[in-house]
């Protein structure tokens, strides 16, 4: 199956760059979206189809993916930016969703 | 306002079922491709199911197929989750989740609050 590889965490300070990668097996032919999820709520989508923002979603998050990696970057962290982030990806051999075991991003 | 409530869940012996439900408003329920995805207790998340707009398409993760049931009423806006044979390690939170676009690789874009099932004896 389809495997999805994280880094468990990432920490930034706040004003610098965060970039958060996503491994997979030729991900970049894939659809890559990225979700925000704080502590005792549900997820947001912040980035789909690898590089598109949602509606309400700030600048500052965008997506790439290249070869086997997926990467969302947060420019000018903020405090509020802290939260687990998890890609996810739809593997159309085995017609099942993937994500990714998730990175918690801490704002130092 | 555009919304997914579920509810159903709860505390269930191992071995036995449960259903959990999902009542969307908001939006033209008939269009868009249904999800549960679950979150064991400080885990990642897992996705459990899909449902096609019109139900004709399901599929199902391998740790819960041919336990689970996806199905949802497009006359009552509502999903469904038939969960039978339940483990101790189906215990997570369970949401319910709308895809952007009506395809199997679509994004979710809208998520419920989610529903606790814990399964123990």
């Known amino acids: 199956s389809y495997v999805l590889t994280q880094p468990p965490s990432v920490s930034v300070a706040p004003g610098q760059t965060a970039r958060i990668t996503c491994g997979g097996n030729?991900?970049?032919?894939?659809?890559v979206h990225w979700y925000q999820q704080k502590p005792g709520q549900a997820p947001v989508l912040v980035v789909y189809?690898?590089?598109v923002r949602p509606s309400g979603i700030p600048e500052r998050f965008s997506g790439s993916t290249s070869g086997n990696t997926a990467t969302l970057t947060i420019s000018r962290v903020e405090a509020g930016d802290e939260a687990d982030y998890f890609c996810?990806?739809?593997?159309?051999?085995?017609?099942?969703?993937?994500f990714g075991g998730g990175t918690k991003l801490t704002v130092l | 306002q555009v919304q997914l409530v579920e509810s159903g869940g709860g505390v269930v012996q191992p071995g036995r079922s449960l259903r959990l439900s999902c009542a969307a408003s908001?939006?033209?329920?008939?269009?868009?491709?249904m999800h549960w995805v679950r979150q064991a207790p400080g885990k990642g998340l897992e996705w459990v199911a899909v449902?096609?707009?019109?139900?004709?398409?399901?599929y199902y993760a391998d740790s819960v197929k041919g336990r689970f049931t996806i199905s949802r009423d497009i006359s009552k806006s509502t999903l469904y989750l038939q969960m039978n044979s339940l483990r101790a390690e189906d215990t997570a939170i369970y949401f319910c989740?709308?895809?952007?676009?009506?395809?199997?690789?679509?994004?979710?874009?809208?998520w419920g609050q989610g529903t606790l099932v814990t399964v123990s004896s």
């Open positions: 989740a709308k895809d952007h676009y009506g395809d199997h690789s679509a994004p979710i874009d809208l």
């Open positions: 449902i096609s707009y019109d139900g004709s398409d399901k």
């Open positions: 189809d690898d590089s």
């Open positions: 908001g939006f033209t329920f008939s269009n868009y491709g």
């Open positions: 996810q990806v739809w593997d159309a051999s085995s017609d099942h969703w993937v």
């Open positions: 030729n991900i970049g032919s894939q659809s």
